[in-house]
DNA sequence: GCAAAAATGTAGAACGCTACACGTAGAACA
DNA sequence: TGTTCTACGTGTAGCGTTCTACATTTTTGC
């Protein structure tokens, strides 16, 4: 089955670096991990044999004794480009140390879940995890472990990074309402993905009753798939009494909402607001000059990524990081009438 | 500076399921590998067991001998939707193999690469990258290597998948034509991130010159930088002679392009008709209606995983798999006049 | 100046798996 | 009957690191 491969140069090893420098194998180790016990002397000695045979010491053997600085992150999609901001964050964590981001992506995270840790990674982060409180504390027991995205913290063994995402639902409704906007609407998912979903769904909820607007609370759920949001959409906005504005779960869903709208030919946002999450790039484009909540997925990537490197470096309490959300305000929600 | 961490309940071993079994480790081995020379009998009595204790192997420990069934790929932006097509279709491939795929991003595809290859990935599949023909030989000396999106054959010691983006670029250019336009412009990027751009240019110059535009040839090169495209399309916009239609080199500055025209209170397809390249899902949008170059990206993940796989397995020969694009018409890029 | 403590370096046993080299038994062949 | 194959199992030496235990040297305290 398996023909042989075509030879390929031997790498260096640590054992060549230290005949080379001659020291002993576990001197260059201690280098390599900036140990305790090393003189500048010999750190300068070893460090000139690396970088003259440019080694570069191998993941796996590093693994099987102690870490492979290798951190791995579970998206639940790659459609979203929110995402891509999470992932400079985590970059930017990492600058200047030795550790690696790999990504996975998955919509049931359990199999990619066991697959990472059967690729030794040292801690994993795990974004939107569509996963019960349980689940992931199972997880936890078996490597370091944040979550972005996920709510429900009893008894948590793993740090979480959120934004508050019931102020952020709060926030797109009370903007929506200084603007003159009374018959709000929320477009959320059929199947909650995440906690994420109860906790804007709570807090647009509770803005509205806030806001004197309890009765006009129109929660109206799509499944992920596009078709069928976009049939959502359309059904919510021909209806009998189609709402003034729609607050949607993410930006994603409300561009498919200003295209349902412009196929209606209703005009943004005089005939019909709204509102989006996360605050894409796309939000920018004349096209869609959607408003949008910002929850700076850079400042969670990065934050995540600061607390998984210090649980993996032994710290075993948990901590949970919240950001503070805000409104873009663009076109799609000014102010009419 | 690394406190102990808190006991995690030990994995099982090949060991562990070897003595459960009752069988030699080699023997668990060999059913792990689906090698040559294991009884029906043996087989199932050590699966049984691998069962029953929930054994998972640890991809370190395979990798210091043989491989870690671990495919890496590179991409150069994580924003563009159009790469997670390609990542559907390389996860098809992958479906009921024991290969898991692992993402990195980077512009720079060199030190991610390193970093891959230190973990021992088996093999790599680089997405549009921007690297010479020599630097990817070199990569694929250490490690098997596919490239999608690299138009430069000469001695290549790797795979290649690629649509054949001239034809792309001619059918694009074509297409308008078709539907009246004739000052065809093209909007493409200043740094030459990979041979897929010369290509297209190549493609759109031929093509123009075909229909008898050659004098109408125009190719305006924009930075990556959302700021810098913007600037650039509102300066072609807003010239003298302005052209009657775009060709952008991607969906993304398309819609940019969008949003400029749409700024400058022009009607689109009417005053300025656009096309784009990659299909996707966004072009679909009512506020966008993109007319795109379909590349498939599904297949040619696909197509790239597969061509991997074979390489891994030993053949050194390279193969070079070539999808034929299609325009998808949409209202961008109708009849005028 | 001498003991105790601190600093610096080394040897060598794992880590979990693969793959080579072999051993054995039964089947096929002459 | 003996001989050669083939199929099936096993023993064990690494793969490239880390890390504990220990040996040696230097520094410190008095």
């Not at 490597?143 to 913290?153: K, T, Y």
């Not at 349902?260 to 943004?268: G, K, P, Q, R």
Request: charged share 25%.
């Amino acid at each position: 089955m398996t023909k042989k491969s075509p030879a390929r140069t031997p790498r260096i090893t640590i054992r060549e670096v230290a005949s080379d420098a001659g020291v002993s194998v576990a001197a260059v180790s201690k280098v390599l991990r900036d140990a305790y016990g090393v003189s500048d002397a010999l750190r300068a000695k070893v460090q000139a044999s690396m970088d003259k045979l440019n080694y570069r010491p191998l993941a796996s053997a590093r693994g099987l004794r102690g870490r492979t600085y290798t951190l791995g992150l579970v998206f639940p999609d790659l459609r979203n480009p929110f995402f891509a901001d999470i992932f400079v964050g985590v970059n930017a964590a990492l600058e200047r140390t030795q550790y690696q981001a790999m990504q996975g992506v998955s919509v049931s995270a359990s199999s990619l879940v066991e697959a990472m840790i059967d690729r030794q990674m040292d801690g994993l982060v795990l974004i939107g995890p569509n996963e019960t409180n349980e689940r992931l504390n199972d997880i936890a027991d078996r490597i370091p472990l944040v979550a972005i995205g996920h709510h429900d913290l009893k008894e948590a063994r793993f740090d979480t990074v959120n934004n508050d995402d019931q102020l952020g639902a709060r926030l797109a409704v009370r903007h929506l309402c200084q603007n003159g906007h009374k018959k709000v609407a929320m477009l959320s998912l059929a199947a909650p993905v995440s906690t994420v979903i109860n906790q804007r769904e709570l807090g647009y909820r509770l803005e509205m009753t806030e806001q004197g607007l309890g009765a006009a609370i129109n929660i109206v759920r799509a499944p992920q798939v596009l078709r069928d949001v976009q049939l959502t959409v359309r059904r919510l906005l021909e209806s009998r009494d189609r709402p003034d504005a729609i607050f949607c779960w993410t930006d994603l869903m409300a561009f498919e909402a200003i295209s349902v709208a412009t196929e209606l030919e209703l005009s943004i946002p005089q005939d019909i607001a709204i509102v989006g999450y996360d605050n894409t790039v796309f939000c920018e484009f004349a096209q869609n000059r959607l408003t949008s909540i910002d929850q700076s997925g850079e400042v969670l990537g990065l934050q995540a990524t600061r607390l998984l490197i210090e649980r993996i470096d032994g710290r075993s309490q948990s901590e949970h990081f919240v950001v503070t959300p805000r409104v873009v305000a663009r076109a799609s929600s000014a102010k009419v009438g």
